[in-house]
């Protein structure tokens, strides 16, 4: 990927983030990319290696 896709978008808040998190992982999903476990990279232009975990939480039903 060389194009910067968040060139449009404010990220200044914990939920600002959760956002644009979400809207990466639907778009993932939906492409068919399992986006379970973790995840590892750096971050370009900065020093900082990261790792993310996604995990599949079960849904809860009102009925139980």
Known sequence: MTRNPLTDVSITSPGEFETVLAAAV??????NVDVRGAWEFETCGSTHNWEIEIVELAK?????
């Open 60 to 64: 809860e039903f009102d009925d139980e």
């Open 26 to 31: 639907e778009t993932a999903i939906e492409a």
